[in-house]
């Protein structure tokens, strides 16, 4: 398991429906391998995703050079453990948990707006949402925005006699399922027509 710590550089911004971020971030990962360098990553949160700006390595004291191999960095697993490490929770000022009957105050990490806290939290990217945010360019905060687009992209692929669906995969850069909930998405929004059983349209 790797030892993360991670040092927020920015506001906290809403990510999801009841998470936030510190909008730029830092974080030094050691891996468990003592062979491994230590990973320094600059991160920021851009349109509702968690983007990659620097990458660094650092020699152990006492290991071997780094060498080319080292050069070949999980960056997605590093980035999901940062994520995990800088991650809080939005919730009400004034909140507590409650242990065995004992409620117990919770732990501020900085004041929200509208009478919100963020208070830290584990586990984050194990959720579906943060799946659907990671997996997606979409992000929530401009939903009817991007499913106007989505719509647009789906059109313009029709007229032009291509498959829509995967038009939009292409576009964002999306997995078949996630593509094919956002075009679910702008019908149920209108901005489609209604599906018709082995018809795009």
């Known amino acids: 398991m790797a030892y993360v710590q991670v040092q927020p550089d920015g506001e906290y911004e809403r990510f999801g429906s009841e998470y936030v971020l510190p909008s730029r971030f830092t974080a030094r990962i050691e891996p468990e391998d003592a062979e ?14 968690v983007e990659c700006d620097e990458v660094s390595l650092e020699r152990r004291p006492g290991s071997r050079r780094i060498g080319s191999a080292d050069l070949r960095v999980p960056l997605p697993e590093y980035v999901r453990l940062a994520v995990d490490a800088a991650a809080a929770l ?7 948990w409650s242990f065995d009957g004992v409620a117990e105050p919770i732990t501020v990490l900085a004041e929200l707006d509208d009478g919100f806290v963020a208070t830290p939290l584990v586990g984050m990217t194990r959720t579906q949402e943060y799946r659907d945010i990671a997996g997606s360019r979409l992000a929530p905060a401009d939903r009817q925005i991007t499913l106007r ?7 313009r692929a029709l007229a032009r006699r291509q498959r829509p669906t995967k038009a939009v995969m292409e576009e964002w850069n999306l997995s078949r399922s996630t593509a ?19 018809t795009a349209g």
């Not at 360098?37 to 509702?48: K, M, N, Y």
């Not at 939005?90 to 507590?96: C, I």
């Not at 094919?180 to 082995?198: D, F, K, M």
């Open 149 to 155: 687009e989505v719509a647009d992209v789906y059109t």
């Open 90 to 96: 939005r919730v009400p000022a004034g909140s507590t």
């Open 180 to 198: 094919s909930r956002w075009v679910r998405r702008a019908r149920e929004e209108c901005l489609l027509g209604p599906a018709t059983p082995r």
């Open 36 to 49: 491994r360098p230590i990973c320094h990553l600059r991160l920021t949160l851009e349109g509702g995703r």
